[in-house]
């Protein structure tokens, strides 16, 4: 006669059998998707392409890249384009070609640079931050996603910090969440041009990576 089935035999075929066929279903089941990329879109706002604020904005994102593998950046350069201010009117001018990169459902947040022009944005950021009205209407695009800002100045203290106040303040009416670079970078990277560069302004250049990296942290977390 074959081995008696106890009770407890049973059970424990039976258990045996559930874990062979769970450890079978988890090795067959498919593998979790990957977390979507998130895309930091630096916009520098200064006429002269490709000079200090360019390379102040570029800086920043270089840093936010290497946050996180999830992390792309891009660089719009206004340097050289015609884009107008707000008009009941809208103009058809070449910022029709960057509105749809802010409308990307991959955009994780933004950062915008500035030269300091008499302690003030420049018009062409005051243009930008304009044009971006349809990001409001039905709904707010930009909303919760973080923004950062870097300046540039003549000088040292040549009125970058207010520059960077003046931006993330307009970036509020679209719901946008200011970073700044924790210490000592609180407010954002501030940036010195000397002789037309920045490229011997170490200060000046942490300050931005250290924004970058923030602006890339938060929208891991919020988006």
């Known amino acids: 006669m074959k081995a008696n089935l ?24 498919e593998a979790p998707a990957p977390a979507a990329s998130l895309k930091i879109l630096g916009v520098a706002c200064s ?15 270089d840093a936010a890249k290497a946050v ?3 992390i792309q950046v891009e660089l719009i350069d206004l340097g050289g384009l015609s884009i107008a ?18 409308r990307d459902p991959q955009l994780g947040g933004l950062i915008l640079g500035s030269p300091s022009y008499f302690r003030s944005l420049s018009a062409l950021c005051k243009a ?22 870097v300046a540039t100045g003549g000088n040292r203290n040549g009125g970058q910090e207010l520059v960077i106040q003046q931006i993330l303040t307009a970036m509020l009416s679209y719901g946008m969440v200011p970073v700044g670079g924790n210490s000592p970078a ?29 602006v890339a942290e938060i929208a891991l977390k919020l988006c």
Not at 50 to 55: E, I, P
């Open 68 to 70: 996180s593998p999830r």
């Open 47 to 61: 006429p002269r392409k490709g000079m200090t604020t360019a390379k102040a904005v570029q800086a920043a994102l």
């Open 6 to 29: 106890t009770r407890r035999n049973f059970i424990a075929t039976a258990g045996t059998a559930a874990l062979a066929a769970t450890t079978t279903s988890a090795l067959t089941a």
């Open 186 to 214: 609180m407010l954002g990277g501030t940036l010195w041009s000397q002789q037309d560069s920045v490229a011997q302004d170490e200060t000046g250049l942490k300050s931005a990576a250290l924004l970058g990296a923030h």
């Open 128 to 149: 930008f931050i304009e044009r971006c009205m349809p990001l409001r209407e039905p709904t707010m695009v930009l909303a919760n996603k973080p923004v950062g800002a």
């Open 85 to 102: 201010s707000w008009s009941p009117n809208i103009p058809r001018d070449d910022f029709d070609a960057i509105l749809p990169k802010l």
